[in-house]
Nanobody, 120 residues
Framework: VQLVESGGGLVQAGGSLRLSCAAS????????MGWYRQAPGKQREFITT????????HYADSVKGRFTISRDNAKNTMYLQMNSLKPEDTAVYYC??????????????WGQGTQVTVSS
């Protein structure tokens, strides 16, 4: 499975961005997907996840009410709509996909990341 993020960039505080994560390869085996971010000097942190058919989502408190995750399995693409952006949202944003293999084993895949910079 390969994951490619896009949509990052520079935006003013209060603005919006929409990130995309395109999956290729054995996409039929992808289960839960999610977004994480890493700011300079900080550890990578969880933002949000979405289950395989989009029936359930989870958000970090820091983005709840501002960010929305979605996925289009027909296009093998996941999205992150980010509204009301704040300077503290500045980070490299990573796409994550959990791949399920036989006998219940799983493996996490990551994209290369896309930079989001929010100016004050």
């Amino acid at each position: 499975v390969q994951l490619v993020e896009s949509g990052g960039g520079l935006v003013q505080a209060g603005g919006s961005l929409r990130l995309s994560c395109a999956a290729s390869g054995s996409t039929f085996s992808i289960s839960t997907m999610g977004w994480y971010r890493q700011a300079p000097g900080k550890q990578r942190e969880f933002i949000t996840t979405i289950t395989s058919r989009g029936e359930s989502t989870h958000y970090a408190d820091s983005v709840k009410g501002r960010f929305t995750i979605s996925r289009d399995n027909a296009k093998n693409t996941m999205y992150l709509q980010m509204n009301s952006l704040k300077p503290e949202d500045t980070a490299v944003y990573y796409c994550n996909a959990m791949v399920v293999y036989g006998l219940g084993s799983t493996e996490a895949y990551w994209g290369q990341g896309t930079q989001v910079t929010v100016s004050s």
